[in-house]
């Protein structure tokens, strides 16, 4: 099993450019969530997805968007990149009710 | 809400000797306490995790940790640190069923020296 997979790895964007992140898991798990890390900060949640079609808030959405049309898939999008936005992203899963969570090996972009 | 705080941003250890990370939570409910360890350029890595099945729980590489209500707190020790163990080390809780994603700790860095 491949576990929690991301695309990209790395990734530079200039101001105003969008992208999407994919992240991808075989496990078969019901959550997904895409978390930031920043120096000093932790990791905190961006949005989140309890199954397939389901998305919701977490701490910090602004400026993010996401769809679960598949279950094993859970996209990131940037709309209009800024360089706040420069950091590390993690993907990660859960089976439901067992609330380990399992993570991506991080996709680091820079917002120039 | 729920949070933890963990106390130290770098911890430093001589190899050979005790390890101890610390986090305290706060929770208004029953918690489920993790702690993940990040090398370097590498995701998180579950280390160890407390989800009321037992108080005292083992972990991999030779850590464990002992939940503790009455402090609110699950603070990790490894008897003998090697040098392997350098790593950032974060702490993180839930509520429930983690329909709500994680609530991390800042992380604490962990320095073994020779």
């Known amino acids: 099993n491949a576990g929690v997979t991301q695309t990209p790895k790395f990734r530079v964007l200039k101001t105003g450019q969008s992208m999407t992140l994919l992240c991808a898991q075989d496990m078969n798990h019901e959550y997904m969530y895409w978390y930031r890390q920043d120096p000093g900060m932790g990791l905190r949640l961006i949005h989140y997805s309890v199954g397939e079609g389901t998305t919701a808030k977490g701490e910090v959405p602004d400026g993010y968007n996401v769809s679960r049309l598949k279950k094993q898939n859970f996209l990131l999008g940037l709309e209009s990149a800024a360089p706040s936005q420069t950091s590390v992203y993690f993907c990660?899963?859960?089976?439901?009710?067992?609330?380990?969570?399992?993570f991506g090996p991080g996709t680091r972009l820079t917002v120039l | 809400a729920q949070s933890v705080t963990q106390l130290g941003s770098h911890v430093s250890v001589s190899e050979g000797a005790l390890v101890l990370l610390r986090c305290n939570y706060s929770?208004?409910?029953?918690?489920?306490l993790f702690w993940y360890v990040q090398y370097p350029n590498q995701g998180l890595q579950l280390l160890l995790k407390?989800?009321?099945?037992?108080?005292l729980v083992k972990g991999i590489n030779g850590f464990e940790a002992e939940f503790k209500k009455s402090e609110t707190s699950f603070h990790p020790t490894k008897p003998s640190a090697h040098m392997s163990d350098a790593a950032e080390y974060f702490c993180?809780?839930?509520?429930?069923?983690?329909?709500?994603?994680?609530?991390f700790g800042k992380g604490t860095h962990l320095i073994i020296q020779p």
């Open positions: 993180a809780v839930t509520a429930g069923g983690g329909a709500d994603g994680l609530t």
């Open positions: 929770s208004s409910v029953p918690p489920y």
């Open positions: 990660a899963s859960s089976y439901l009710r067992t609330n380990e969570q399992f």
């Open positions: 407390y989800t009321s099945a037992a108080t």
